[in-house]
Every structure is written in C-alpha cells, then in structure tokens.
T-cell receptor, first 111, second 111 residues
Framework: DAGVIQSPRHEVTEMGQEVTLRCKPI?????LFWYRQTMMRGLELLIY????????DSGMPEDRFSAKMPNASFSTLKIQPSEPRDSAVYFC?????????FGNGTRLTVT | QKEVEQDPGPLSVPEGAIVSLNCTYS??????FMWYRQYSRKGPELLMY??SSGNKEDGRFTAQVDKSSKYISLFIRDSQPSDSATYLC???????????WGLGTSLAVNP
C-alpha cells in the first residue's frame, strides 16, 4: 500500500497563473477529500467526493477553485487565477469505512 | 465561538513526562472523536479513534471522551522525543464525512 500520493510536493508560482494539484488515492477507497491547511485557519475541507461524484463543495473558497475526479484513482484541484492568499499546504485524503488517510501535501506559494 | 477549541501551545516537556492534550467542543451532536499526529512537512496520521464516552488505550496513548462536559483528551505516557509533533483533534457526527478540526497543539519532547 503506497498511501495517498500527491504531486507536486512544492509549487511556486506567480499571481495570476494557473495551478493544478494532483492526487492518487489509496486503491479501494471510495471517498476522496481535498483540504487546505494554514497556521491561522488550520485544516479546512474544500471538497469531497464519493465514488468519483462531488458530494460537498461548500468549502471551495471561490469560483477560482475547481476540483475533478475523472476516475477512482485520480483527482485534481485547480486554481485559476492564483492569488497570494492561496498560499497554503493542500492535502488530499482518502477513506473507505475507516477515518482519513492523508497524503504528504503540496506546499503552494503564490508570489 | 469555534465549534472546536484547541490550545495551540507550544508545549515543551522533558523525555519521560506524561503529556495531556485537550480539545473542547460546542456541538453536542458529535459522536466520534479522533486524534491525529502530524510531523513537520507530513500529512496528519490517525492516532486514536473513539466513538463514545470513556477511555481507550493503545500502548502509551490514552484517549478520553467526556460528552457531558464536551471535552476530549489525549494522554501520552513516558513521552519520547519521537512524539514531538503537532497533535490535532477532529470530530464528526452521524454519516457526515465533514470532520471539524482543532487547530492543533505543537508538542516538543526534549531528551
């Protein structure tokens, strides 16, 4: 079991650029979650999927954020255009019946 | 008032000490409670999961839930330098997959 795999580990981009974060969940897990973590706000749930279908996207901050899950083994989180306040660590997590299994995150810096 | 309150610390203790970490919550609907450990530059990993009031022990770790007081605790006995991490509490209700998270407590165990 390779765990949840996220790429890239680090992303530095300029304001206004498009950013795409990628996630491969654990095989057999039917739930996938995208979280954002900052010092001030902690872990915030952005969106989660069940069987590739978005269930709750109420945490997505703005229309600049979008997420897709085209199949059970891949999901993307896209920010377009990016802004400095989007700088944070973005985590993907997956689960089946059990609690969440997190990836090691993508550290995004928008200058 | 936040739904979950957790003192961010930092907490610094000598090796071998007993550590007590706590969270309070306001939503009486919460039914299950978790503690996650997060090492620097890593994703959170599940440490303890409890579904009801009372104590649950796993090695040097004990999770305690007091629903009447809306208070949960994590005790670490014989603390080790490898326990140095941020500890996050999380809780949820029913079939809702949206967990509510504390901000995390930073712990340093000094050899």
């Amino acid at each position: 079991d390779a765990g949840v795999i996220q790429s890239p580990r680090h992303e530095v981009t300029e304001m206004g650029q498009e950013v795409t974060l990628r996630c491969k969940p654990i095989s057999g897990h039917d739930y996938l979650f995208w979280y954002r973590q900052t010092m001030m706000r902690g872990l915030e749930l952005l969106i989660y999927f069940n069987n590739n279908v978005p269930i709750d996207d109420s945490g997505m901050p703005e229309d600049r954020f979008s997420a897709k899950m085209p199949n059970a083994s891949f999901s993307t989180l896209k920010i377009q255009p990016s802004e400095p306040r989007d700088s944070a660590v973005y985590f993907c997590a997956s689960s089946r019946v059990s609690p969440l299994h997190f990836g090691n995150g993508t550290r995004l810096t928008v200058t | 008032q936040k739904e979950v309150e957790q003192d961010p610390g930092p907490l610094s203790v000598p090796e071998g000490a007993i550590v007590s970490l706590n969270c309070t919550y306001s939503n009486s609907a919460f039914q299950y409670f978790m503690w996650y450990r997060q090492y620097s530059r890593k994703g959170p990993e599940l440490l303890m999961y409890t579904y009801s009031s009372g104590n649950k022990e796993d090695g040097r770790f004990t999770a305690q839930v007091d629903k009447s007081s809306k208070y949960i605790s994590l005790f670490i006995r014989d603390s080790q330098p490898s326990d140095s991490a941020t500890y996050l509490c999380a809780m949820g209700a029913g079939n809702n997959r949206k967990l509510i998270w504390g901000l995390g407590t930073s712990l340093a165990v000094n050899p």
